[in-house]
């Protein structure tokens, strides 16, 4: 920790890093919770799905944490009754548009990953 704080110019307390600790599980445990919410909205296309996911990297985590607390409320609302065949993929190759293009017109979910 030393070696950040030289770095940054940052000094570090025990109370801040617990705050950190505490935003990051709670954004985490959303995320899981998604993940199940996700699985049974499958109007929701692998494109879309992968965007949501990756705009965690680029918002403040409270925030994001919040967004996707309201997509998980309103999609709560809706039924689905259209099915598809989940997959399970991992890696960046679940990244590309042209693959996950793929998945959309081929009536494949992502179910995890």
Do not use: C
């Amino acid at each position: 920790m030393r070696d950040l704080e030289a770095a940054t110019g940052v000094t570090f307390s025990q109370d801040a890093l617990a705050r950190s600790n505490k935003i990051y599980n709670e954004h985490n445990k959303a995320m899981r919770k998604l993940t199940e919410v996700l699985e049974q909205h499958p109007s929701i296309t692998a494109v879309q799905r992968r965007d949501i996911f990756k705009s965690a990297y680029f918002m403040e985590k409270e925030e994001h944490t919040v967004l996707v607390s309201q997509l998980m409320e309103a999609l709560s609302q809706v039924a689905e009754i259209e099915s598809k065949l989940k997959v399970i993929t991992t890696g960046i190759l679940a990244d590309s548009d042209g693959l996950l293009k793929i998945f959309d017109e081929h009536g494949l979910q992502i179910a995890g990953g």
